[in-house]
């Protein structure tokens, strides 16, 4: 699913809502969430799941095309692991 198919499918189970208005909650939801990660905080949706960021450490990496060694420089990642409840679903719980 892609942010338009959701707000589209909370617009139609929700027929007082304005679709330029659900754009905006759902932008404004996906925001926070960026922006909380990029100043290093966790995300949690209870039964949904947690997002937070996670350190790579330098390495030495491998071109594949050559073989040769490469540097490569450590970042920062997202991660994100299910809830309970998610999980649970997922499994056919």
Partial sequence: MIKSELVQ??????????QRDVERIVGTVFNEIIEA???GNRVE???FGA???KKREARMG?????GESVSVDEKHVPF????KRLRD???GR
Avoid at 10 to 15: D, F, G, K, S
Avoid at 80 to 83: A, E
């Fill in 51 to 53: 997002f937070s960021v």
């Fill in 80 to 83: 994100f692991k299910t809830g």
């Fill in 45 to 47: 949706l209870r039964g």
């Fill in 37 to 39: 990660m990029a100043s």
């Fill in 89 to 91: 679903r997922l499994n």
């Fill in 9 to 18: 499918k909370i617009t139609n189970e929700n027929p007082h809502l304005y």
């Fill in 62 to 66: 491998r071109n594949p095309r050559t």
